[in-house]
């Protein structure tokens, strides 16, 4: 598994991937806390930090989903589904793969 907080300059990182990785675990526990409007937020700021990462766009399209607001999910999607980031783990691919088949039936 990938590092949540690799240090500054591992991977070529730079301070705002760093700090977009920061709000991305945030979202995260946000997330699993049911508080999906504030994860929106700060997966929308890691996003604005760093828009090569496809998973802050996929995580705020699954936000989106949880609050049944199905339109926003698919407007976070392409957004997502664009990248072709090397530093998407293979994990975070599939669940890519899968959740853009979803999203094309709703």
């Known amino acids: 598994t990938c590092p ?3 240090p500054m300059g591992c991977w070529g990182l730079t ?3 760093a700090r977009a990785m920061d709000m991305k675990e945030a979202g995260n526990i ?3 806390s049911k508080n999906y409007q ?3 937020e700060l997966y929308s700021r890691a996003a604005a930090l760093d828009p090569s990462c496809a998973v ?3 995580n705020r399209s699954a936000c989106y989903a949880a609050l049944s607001d199905w339109p926003g999910a698919r407007r976070s999607w392409p957004r997502a589904a664009a990248h072709r980031s090397p530093r998407l783990p293979p994990c975070d ?3 890519m793969y899968l959740w853009r088949s979803f999203l094309a039936r709703c």
């Open 30 to 32: 946000q997330f699993k």
């Open 15 to 17: 301070a705002a991937m």
């Open 93 to 95: 691919a599939t669940r």
């Open 56 to 58: 802050y766009f996929c």
């Open 4 to 6: 949540t907080s690799p």
């Open 38 to 40: 504030q994860a929106i």
